[in-house]
């Protein structure tokens, strides 16, 4: 599968603990982006990186999240102290140079 | 900030029939804007986009029209079959600065009764 995917699909946590989750973009696409998706809604944007570096924030982004993507290539995002307010289906997906947007599968998150 | 309104948020439709869905986007400097269909639990594929410089394109039963002035564009999905059930969602991308940031309305659930 030559998509973008990620890992893990499903996440459950306890309120308080941390959680990481991976995204593997389409090869070759330099443009990494993070959204949530909660039930009933569309995608909201997180973040944006372009290669390595991470070019935007949303102000959904609290300082408990993190996202790294220290090669170009895959990305994490971290949440910290996760509280039952991020219980949702966090969302990557790649582009190259041009506008068109690739989504993965997404990780669902629940946390109780 | 910009803003994607999306209407209905459902469409009950029989095999067959057409479906329209309708979005409004706020900053008129928005210039491309894709449509992407989301089965229950699966990622959003894309399944047709268009860019401010057109006003229309089509893609076998599915077309996409840009309304520049009214800042409107909508989905048309034409014969519609069970295997177009689906929640759909229409995005802008908001340009300036360094991203190409979506904004997605609220989706539409559509529902082809066989």
């Known amino acids: 599968d030559t998509g973008v995917s990620q890992n893990p699909r499903h996440k459950i946590t306890k309120r308080g603990q941390n959680v990481t989750f991976r995204c593997d973009p389409i090869s070759e696409h330099n443009r990494l982006y993070w959204y949530r998706q909660t039930l009933g809604q569309g995608p909201e944007f997180l973040t944006y990186?372009?290669?390595?570096?991470?070019?935007?924030k949303s102000r959904l982004l609290s300082d408990r999240f993190s996202a790294e993507r220290p090669k170009g290539s895959f990305s994490t995002l971290e949440i910290q102290r996760t509280e039952q307010g991020d219980s949702a289906m966090y969302l990557c997906?790649?582009?190259?140079?041009?506008?068109?947007?690739?989504f993965g599968p997404g990780t669902r998150l629940t946390v109780l | 900030g910009e803003n994607v309104e999306q209407h209905p948020s459902t469409l009950s439709v029989q095999e067959g029939d057409s479906a329209v869905i309708k979005c409004t986007y706020s900053?008129?400097?928005?210039?491309?804007f894709p449509w992407y269909k989301q089965e229950l639990g699966k990622r959003p594929q894309l399944i047709i986009d268009i860019r401010s410089n057109v006003g229309e394109k089509k893609d076998q039963r599915i077309a996409v029209t840009l309304n520049k002035t009214a800042k409107h564009f909508s989905l048309h999905i034409t014969e519609t079959q069970p295997e177009d059930s689906a929640v759909y969602f229409c995005?802008?991308?908001?340009?300036?600065?360094?991203?190409?940031?979506?904004?997605f309305g609220t989706g539409t659930l559509l529902a082809v009764q066989p």
């Open positions: 990186f372009q290669n390595e570096a991470q070019l935007e």
């Open positions: 900053d008129s400097a928005s210039n491309y």
């Open positions: 995005a802008a991308l908001l340009p300036g600065g360094a991203t190409n940031k979506l904004i």
């Open positions: 997906a790649s582009s190259s140079s041009g506008d068109t947007q690739y």
